[in-house]
């Protein structure tokens, strides 16, 4: 079935430096892709999603490129903020629809002043 | 747009307590999910519900959890009794999207519920 697997953190910035988070799945076909994201005391919310192969899913100056080639969802962003500080999670469909997800175990962000 | 609600927002229980959790979905979502997240770790799906079907269960820990979609709209998650290992945050998810469609698949979820077992 498929899965995801999310580098582990934390993984701490200063602000404005550049934010990689790698994402790398195993599925049947090409499903759908996300990365949600879950500020302190909140439910997660989506952040980007992609939905084929060369797409690029981007919110909030974040982006993140479906590669079917080295089968990844890498999130980056450009200059992160403080307010980033946040858990990302990256995501995709179980095999077998149904509208289920599966998330990985996440990744902790935390920006520095 | 009202969001996903859940209350209580936490909870201490000791174990073989029981404990309840409710959530009230998005209006007009008819597919609502639980998920149990223990710390360090992404979500699991406990249960899945169309309206107030059961579409997928096959990770709920029947001995103990036990969940009901009344009228498909709110939804009760129950555990009883509660053991240690239960202690994490359960989220509830709602979507609109239609079961198979692979319209997105993007889930609405609300602020969770903090159990700990002592």
């Known amino acids: 079935g498929n899965s995801v697997t999310q580098m582990e953190g934390p993984v701490t910035l200063s602000e404005e430096a550049f934010l990689t988070i790698n994402c790398t799945y195993t599925?049947?076909?090409?499903?759908?892709l996300f990365w949600y994201v879950q500020y302190p005391g909140e439910g997660l919310q989506l952040l980007l999603k992609?939905?084929?192969?060369?797409d690029k899913g981007s919110n909030k100056g974040f982006e993140a490129t479906y590669r079917k080639e080295t089968t990844s969802f890498h999130l980056e962003k450009g200059s992160v903020q403080v307010s980033d500080s946040a858990v990302y999670f990256c995501?995709?469909?179980?095999?077998?629809?149904?509208?289920?997800?599966?998330f990985g175990a996440g990744t902790r962000l935390a920006v520095h002043p | 747009e009202a969001g996903v609600a859940q209350s209580p927002r936490y909870k201490i229980i000791e174990k073989r307590q029981s404990v309840a959790f409710w959530c009230n979905p998005i209006?007009?979502?008819?597919?609502l999910y639980w998920y149990q997240q223990i710390l360090g770790q992404g979500p699991k799906l406990l249960i899945q519900?169309?309206?107030?079907?059961?579409?997928?269960d096959s990770q709920l820990p029947k001995d103990r959890f036990s969940a009901e979609r009344l009228k498909g709209v709110d939804s009760t998650l129950k555990i009883q009794p509660a053991k240690l290992e239960d202690s994490a945050v359960y989220l509830c998810?709602?979507?609109?999207?239609?079961?198979?469609?692979?319209?997105?698949?993007?889930?609405?979820f609300g602020p969770g519920t903090r159990l700990t077992v002592t």
């Open positions: 998810a709602s979507s609109s999207l239609i079961p198979g469609s692979r319209a997105g698949y993007e889930q609405y």
């Open positions: 599925a049947t076909g090409y499903p759908s």
């Open positions: 992609a939905t084929k192969a060369d």
């Open positions: 995501a995709l469909p179980l095999s077998g629809g149904y509208n289920k997800l599966i």
């Open positions: 209006s007009g979502h008819a597919t």
């Open positions: 519900f169309q309206n107030n079907g059961v579409v997928d």
